[in-house]
């Protein structure tokens, strides 16, 4: 009850249903879908509770829903972003998202979890 606003839940990391959601924004893109595999994958691996939203629903749903669940932390991987060698990362609890490197994306991730479970 005391743990949401006015897009949803804000789940701790500790109790959350996942503590990260992949959203490829065009699963019609290979470049994209290639990435947003890749970190789903390598996130699982790092012992990251990740899902992977695959549905194929605009860019506005994935969002609207992801907030509404509560996941802690959101990755967006779009055609322009990935070509740029960018990723976006969202936390629930901050108002703005931030972009990294492509290539550091996981890696910084799987920090901020653990950052997160420690406290």
Not at 49 to 66: E, N, P, S, T
Not at 98 to 115: Q, S
């Amino acid at each position: 009850e005391t743990r949401h606003d006015e897009n949803g839940l804000i789940w701790p990391m500790a109790i959350a249903p996942y503590e990260v959601v992949v959203c490829p924004l065009n699963i019609n893109e290979a470049p994209v879908m290639a990435e947003a595999e890749r970190y789903y994958t390598e996130l699982k691996a790092a012992g990251v509770d990740v899902i992977l939203d695959d549905r194929d629903v605009r860019a506005g749903v994935k969002f609207k829903d992801a907030d509404l669940i509560g996941f802690p932390i959101r990755i967006v991987l779009g055609g322009k972003g990935v070509a740029a060698g960018e990723v976006e990362v969202k936390q629930r609890t901050k108002a703005d998202p931030e972009k990294y490197p492509l290539a550091d994306g996981v890696r910084i991730v799987a920090e901020l979890v653990r950052a997160a479970k420690a406290v």
